[in-house]
Every structure is written in C-alpha cells, then in structure tokens.
C-alpha cells in the first residue's frame, strides 16, 4: 500500500501545470472531462498545483466556463477527500500529504462550517488538508459541502478571468497581479499572523 501512494504521488508530482495543459487540450472533446479529473486530483493530493490550472483554463475556454469546470473538478475533489480523511484517518492521510493535521473537535458544527467557507473564499490553509482535516473530525457533510461549494466559487472565477485577461494589456494584467497577491498571500498570511477569527485554533498542521 506504501509503495502504491508513494509511486502514485511520485507520478503525479512530475506533472507541470503546463503538461496538464497540454494533455487537456489533446483529449479534444473529452478535455473538459480530463481537466475537472486533474482538479480533483489536485485537492487530493497536494503535490499537483491547483491555482495555477485554473489560471491555464481560463485560456483554454471562456472564464465563465473554465470556471464551471474548475467548480466541479474542485468541488468533487474535496468531496472525496473529506471520505478519505473520515475512513482512512490521520495515519494514511499523513501518507498523502507528509502533514499530521490538527482539526478542533470541541466547536459546534456551524462554527467549523463558517471556518471551511472563509478558507475556501481565502485559501488560509491547503484546500487538500482542510477536505482531509473536515472528514477526520466527523464534521456533518451537508454543512461540509455547502460551505466548500458557496466558498470556493469567488476565488475560483478571479483565477479563470485572471486566465483569460493574460493578454490585455499590461496594465490590467498588473492589476490583477496586484489583487492576486493581496487575496492569497498578505491576507492568508495575516489571518494567520494575528490569529484571526481564531483560525489557529480550529485546525493546524505539522
């Protein structure tokens, strides 16, 4: 079992968002199918680069629709691994990920809900360990599921149209750079920094 994940991941990990890219657009019509495949696997296994495929797919199709399929793909990822950390727990979980995550047992389950959905609306923590971190702790799947999908729908369509306006004109292009990094590192980090809506203590990792 061992030497299937780490082959497995091995694999996987070599895969360059461009690759990705390339092998989406061979598969003609059945790329859609193979992107929204390739985003799942990018929640369950941390090692392939999800941001960035959302960017790519955003000049491959219409922002509309790449984000479409970057939902689904997305969003069916995280379903699998919120199973995957309630059936298999910490041991093989740890296995996939190289992290033993901490997930707070002692709140409410409208409190860890409101927590996935700011995380998914502004990736503080890895979208893979919060899925694996939501299973492990017996968080209710409907309230999982709902604060993912509500959660992951604005930052995923500021990736996609981040995608399709690569070639406007270097002014918007800085522009969207300069909201990029304030939305997914200085706010991440901050939020993390000061220990805002007490973040640190609803779910950790080593």
């Known amino acids: 079992m061992d030497g299937l ?3 497995l991941i091995h694999g996987l990990s070599t895969l360059t968002p461009e690759l990705m890219a390339d092998k989406v657009l061979q598969a003609g019509d059945l ?18 680069p999800g941001a960035p495929l959302a960017v790519i797919a955003g000049t491959i199709w219409p922002p509309l629709l790449a984000g479409v399929y970057t939902v689904i ?12 950390g309630k059936v298999l727990g910490q041991p093989v979980i740890k296995k996939l990920t190289g992290k033993q995550i901490s997930f707070s047992s002692e709140h409410s389950d409208r409190t860890l ?18 899925s694996y971190g ?15 999908l509500l959660g992951m729908v604005p930052s995923t369509l500021l990736l996609t149209f981040m995608g399709d306006r690569i070639q406007l004109d270097p002014t918007v292009i800085l522009s969207l750079a300069i909201a990029f990094t ?7 980090y901050l939020m993390y920094r000061y220990n805002w809506l007490n ?5 950790s990792w080593e």
């Open 134 to 148: 939501a299973g492990m702790v017996g968080l209710s799947l409907p309230v999982y599921a709902s604060a993912t």
């Open 5 to 7: 994940i780490d082959s």
């Open 199 to 203: 973040m640190r203590m609803l779910i």
């Open 73 to 84: 793909g997305g969003f069916s990822g995280a379903i699998i691994a919120y199973g995957l």
């Open 182 to 188: 304030l939305l997914f590192v200085a706010m991440p």
């Open 31 to 48: 790329g859609p199918i193979l992107y929204m495949a390739l985003i799942a696997l990018s929640v369950v296994l941390s090692q392939i």
């Open 113 to 130: 809900g409101w927590m996935v959905f700011i995380t998914r609306l502004v990736p503080v923590f890895s979208f893979d360990l919060v």
